[in-house]
């Protein structure tokens, strides 16, 4: 039950790290193209980790 418990947290931060890196990685432009600013990254994560 912990172990599980601990995965499902360990999976969670990865793809927010993931998710992070990602888009910061992006200029401008292409966060534009998608919708999403500087501001917008973490809480896009933040989604991103609780649907994994």
Do not use: H, N, Q
């Not at 499902?8 to 999403?36: H, P």
Request: aromatic share 10%; glycine share 2%.
């Amino acid at each position: 039950m912990l172990l599980s418990f601990l995965l499902k947290k360990y999976r969670a931060w990865r793809t927010y790290r993931a998710t992070v890196t990602a888009l910061a990685s992006l200029d401008d432009r292409s966060r534009a193209d998608i919708g999403v600013s500087w501001l917008d990254i973490e809480s896009v994560a933040r989604r991103a980790a609780r649907a994994a």
